[in-house]
C-alpha cells in the first residue's frame, strides 16, 4: 500500500491538492517486495518554474527537450511553481515522481525466475508511466503562467523552496533548474525602472539580499536558470551590460549560498543534458 507523501511546509508555501502533487511513483522492488538495491535513488532534479516568466513556444520546445531524458534511473524529480500569493497564483509543491535504479546482474541473478521476469518488467512499465506524468505536469504548470502578475519577488520564493522541497531528502547529487527571468520585483528590491530595466549595482543588491537574509541554502546543487533576462515585451530588449549585470548578481546570489553554478541561460541554456 502506497504512503502518503510527507512534506515540510514553512512559511506561505501551500501544497497542491491536484492530481499532480498527490502523485508518487511506487517502488518496483516495494510493490513485489524484494530487498531494495542500496541508494536505489542516487540523484534528484528540481524544477522550480516562475509564473511571472514569459515563455514563448519556441523556449517551451527547447524546455521540454531539455527535459525529457527525465527522470532517469535512480532519480527523483520534484517540481514547484512559485509566484506571489495574488490573483489566485501562489507557490506550491506541483508533483513528485522517481523511477527506481536499473537492478544490477550480480541482483537479477539472485532471484527466482518469476521475480526477475515481474520486476523487469515493473520496471520498464514505471519508466512509462512517470516520465509520462512528468511532461503532463510540466506542461500544465507552463500553461498556468500569468505574465500579467504584478510583482516576482523571486528571493522570498526561492528561500522558502530551498527550506522545504529541496531540503526534505538525503541525496547528495542533486540539480536545480529555475525558470525564470530574474528579474526580481519585490519589497526588498527591484531590477525595473519606470517598466524598464534598471542598472544593476550588483554590491548593493547582494548587500540587500543579506540584510534581509534572503539567501538560500542549496546543499551543493549543480544549478542552472533558463530564461534569465527574457523579457515579456518582445519590442524592447534588455542590453548586453544590463544582462551581464544580471548574470553576476545571480551567480553571486547562487554561488554564496552553497550552489554550483553551471549555466545561467540567456535566455535558453545551451546545455543538451542536465
Not at 506541483?94 to 520496471?123: M, V, W
Not at 524598464?196 to 534581509?212: F, G, M, Q
Not at 551590460?241 to 540567456?266: D, I, R
Request: aromatic share 8%; net charge positive.
Amino acid at each position: 500500500m502506497k504512503k502518503p507523501i510527507q512534506l515540510v511546509i514553512l512559511g506561505a508555501l501551500l501544497v497542491s491538492t491536484t492530481s499532480w502533487a498527490s502523485m508518487e511513483s511506487s517502488s518496483c522492488y516495494q510493490q513485489l517486495e524484494l530487498k531494495m538495491p542500496e541508494n536505489n535513488i542516487n540523484k534528484a532534479l528540481y524544477i522550480f518554474i516562475d509564473q511571472t516568466m514569459p515563455l514563448n513556444a519556441r523556449m517551451q520546445s527547447t524546455l521540454n527537450e531539455l527535459l525529457s531524458e527525465h527522470p532517469k534511473r535512480g532519480e527523483q524529480v520534484r517540481i514547484a511553481r512559485f509566484s506571489p500569493n495574488i490573483k489566485g497564483q501562489y507557490t506550491e509543491l506541483a508533483y513528485e515522481g522517481f523511477l527506481d535504479s536499473k537492478p544490477s546482474e550480480a541482483y537479477l541473478y539472485h532471484l527466482r525466475d518469476e521475480d526477475n521476469r515481474a520486476l523487469q518488467t515493473c520496471i520498464e512499465a514505471q519508466k512509462i508511466k512517470v516520465k509520462q506524468a512528468m511532461q503532463s505536469a510540466i506542461k500544465h504548470n507552463l500553461q498556468l503562467i500569468d505574465t500579467q502578475l504584478p510583482r516576482t519577488e523571486l528571493l522570498y520564493a526561492l528561500k522558502r523552496l530551498s527550506e522545504t522541497v529541496l531540503v526534505n531528502d538525503q541525496i547528495e547529487n542533486k540539480t536545480v533548474l529555475i525558470i525564470s527571468d530574474g528579474l526580481e520585483n519585490s519589497e526588498v528590491t527591484s531590477f525595473y525602472r519606470r517598466r524598464n530595466i534598471a542598472p544593476i549595482n550588483v554590491e548593493k543588491e547582494i548587500a540587500k539580499v543579506n540584510k534581509h537574509e534572503l539567501v538560500a541554502n542549496w546543499h551543493g546543487a549543480n544549478l542552472y536558470m533558463f530564461g534569465l533576462g527574457n523579457i515579456k515585451d518582445e519590442r524592447r530588449h534588455i542590453k548586453p551590460s544590463q544582462l551581464e549585470m544580471l548574470k553576476t548578481f545571480w551567480n553571486s546570489y547562487f554561488s554564496a549560498g552553497g550552489a554550483v553554478v553551471k549555466e545561467l541561460g540567456t535566455p535558453a541554456v545551451l546545455t543538451r543534458q542536465l
